[in-house]
Nanobody, 122 residues
Framework: QVQLVESGGGLVQAGGSLRLSCAAS????????MGWFRQAPGAEREFVAA????????EYADSVKGRFTISRDNAKNTVYLQMSTLKPGDTAVYYC???????????????WGQGTQVTVSS
């Protein structure tokens, strides 16, 4: 059974940084693309970033490009989201997810973490 556990969320001032982590278990981690999504209050869940199974290819939402960096450590079964220059509009619950195949904003994701809250104050 796949388990994804996010950590690293919190309260930060605008312009600050946070690094989210997502530890995976119960899955051959290095075979699958991974993604980060977020959901703000009253909004639909949206794609943030994705990384290929080997870590060499990434994709970002336009709203975070240049500010967020997704990476992974397959030896540790962990995917990261480094967030910099945070804005109040980045406030949301952030979820990591495992791709069913491939990776990217349009690929299906079949396992999700419980989410971690990120709050950016102005």
């Amino acid at each position: 059974q796949v388990q994804l556990v996010e950590s690293g969320g919190g309260l930060v001032q605008a312009g600050g940084s946070l690094r989210l982590s997502c530890a995976a278990s119960g899955v051959f981690f290095s075979r699958y693309g991974m993604g980060w999504f977020r959901q703000a209050p009253g909004a639909e869940r949206e794609f943030v970033a994705a990384v290929s199974s080997g870590g060499g290819i990434t994709e970002y939402a336009d709203s975070v490009k240049g500010r967020f960096t997704i990476s992974r450590d397959n030896a540790k079964n962990t995917v990261y989201l480094q967030m910099s220059t945070l804005k109040p509009g980045d406030t949301a619950v952030y979820y990591c997810a495992k791709a069913s195949y491939g990776f990217g904003r349009y690929t299906p994701y079949d396992s999700w973490g419980q989410g971690t809250q990120v709050t950016v104050s102005s």
